[in-house]
């Protein structure tokens, strides 16, 4: 057998290796992994990071396609290092990816590294465990819906309006909040393969003011929805403005060809788990939060 080609990637040219790598996952095996190619360009789209050119870690086979990365990405006050490998992978080359991640980073100047880590992956947890690395907190709660189970489009309340980003017009991206530091994510999001903008929606109220949001992504190559991010904001909760926001997104996603929806929660958001598991999300797994240092 042939041993894969370690190889580095930055930039956009990680963005497409790693969208490639995912897709082959999901295509290999419906649950494995956990991620999916959007949650990994919804990172890439949020604003620039540190580490956007930073040499990325990848495996190559033979033919030219990547077989397993190691994916540092900055998120301000931490920096997550995420391994993704086939659904094949043996436990000693899930510890070798693991390894040369850490070294990679470490040499590249990060000290400290953070991941989730699905609580039934015992091959992952030894391997970050032997490095020292330890269970700093819960992670999140993943959570599933069939197409054919999508719930009816709840009501939407008077004096609001459902809008997509195709409608916008010249109003501001809804996810742009200078008070709370967000850029505008428009751009980066338009850089990303899986990017919709019918699929980007907004509920305004009547002077046109964001009070919800929710963005829908649909891969067309596995038939695979994500929903990333959902907020209601602070002046516009109990309402059920995210009742309607997400049945709507869910009605599309469907309607563009979406098989199966993925959508997680933090274990202690209470509201979160009422209103998913209440339009037909079925949890499917829970993360631990993995952190710690990347020299040995």
Same mark, same amino acid.
């Given at each position: 057998?042939?041993?894969?080609?370690?190889?580095? =990637?930055?930039?956009?040219?990680? /963005?497409? *290796?790693?969208?490639? #790598?995912?897709? &082959?996952?999901? %295509?290999? $095996?419906?649950?494995?992994?956990?991620?999916?190619?959007?949650?990994?360009?919804?990172?890439?789209?949020?604003?620039?990071?540190?580490?956007?050119?930073?040499?990325?870690?990848?495996?190559?086979?033979?033919?030219?396609?990547?077989?397993?990365?190691?994916?540092?990405?900055?998120?301000?006050?931490?920096?997550?290092?995420?391994?993704?490998?086939?659904?094949?992978?043996?436990?000693?080359?899930?510890?070798?990816?693991?390894?040369?991640?850490?070294?990679?980073?470490?040499?590249?100047?990060?000290?400290?590294?953070?991941?989730?880590?699905?609580?039934?992956?015992?091959?992952?947890?030894?391997?970050?465990?032997?490095?020292?690395?330890?269970?700093?907190?819960?992670?999140?709660?993943?959570?599933?819906?069939?197409?054919?189970? =999508?719930?009816?489009?709840?009501? /939407?309340? *008077?004096?609001?309006? #459902?809008?997509? &980003?195709?409608? %916008?017009? $010249?109003?501001?991206?809804?996810?742009?909040?200078?008070?709370?530091?967000?850029?505008?994510?428009?751009?980066?999001?338009?850089?990303?393969?899986?990017?919709?903008?019918?699929?980007?929606?907004?509920?305004?109220?009547?002077?046109?003011?964001?009070?919800?949001?929710?963005?829908?992504?649909?891969?067309?190559?596995?038939?695979?929805?994500?929903?990333?991010?959902?907020?209601?904001?602070?002046?516009?909760?109990?309402?059920?403005?995210?009742?309607?926001?997400?049945?709507?997104?869910?009605?599309?996603?469907?309607?563009?060809?979406?098989?199966?929806?993925?959508?997680?929660?933090?274990?202690?958001?209470?509201?979160?788990?009422?209103?998913?598991?209440?339009?037909?999300?079925?949890?499917?797994?829970?993360?631990?939060?993995?952190?710690?240092?990347?020299?040995?």
């Amino acid at each position: 057998m042939v041993r894969p080609i370690e190889q580095f =990637r930055s930039g956009s040219g990680y /963005l497409e *290796a790693v969208t490639t #790598l995912l897709n &082959r996952v999901r %295509a290999a $095996d419906p649950t494995a992994g956990l991620y999916e190619t959007a949650e990994v360009q919804w990172w890439w789209a949020q604003n620039p990071r540190i580490t956007d050119e930073l040499d990325q870690l990848f495996w190559f086979d033979d033919e030219g396609r990547p077989e397993a990365a190691v994916i540092a990405t900055d998120f301000g006050d931490a920096t997550q290092l995420d391994p993704f490998l086939l659904p094949d992978a043996t436990p000693e080359w899930t510890a070798h990816v693991m390894q040369r991640g850490l070294e990679h980073a470490n040499q590249s100047g990060i000290e400290t590294v953070c991941l989730e880590v699905d609580q039934t992956d015992d091959a992952l947890r030894s391997a970050l465990l032997e490095r020292g690395l330890v269970v700093e907190e819960e992670g999140f709660v993943e959570c599933w819906l069939q197409a054919e189970a =999508r719930p009816a489009i709840s009501a /939407l309340q *008077a004096g609001y309006r #459902l809008a997509d &980003r195709d409608a %916008a017009g $010249d109003l501001r991206h809804h996810m742009a909040n200078q008070a709370r530091g967000h850029m505008d994510p428009e751009p980066r999001l338009r850089q990303t393969s899986l990017y919709r903008p019918d699929l980007d929606l907004v509920i305004y109220d009547h002077a046109d003011r964001v009070a919800a949001y929710g963005l829908f992504w649909h891969n067309p190559t596995t038939a695979v929805g994500v929903v990333e991010p959902m907020r209601t904001e602070d002046d516009h909760q109990q309402r059920g403005l995210a009742r309607h926001l997400l049945t709507a997104g869910i009605d599309r996603l469907v309607q563009a060809g979406a098989t199966r929806i993925k959508i997680c929660f933090e274990p202690s958001n209470e509201a979160a788990r009422g209103l998913y598991l209440s339009v037909g999300f079925e949890p499917a797994r829970q993360n631990d939060l993995f952190a710690g240092p990347t020299g040995s």
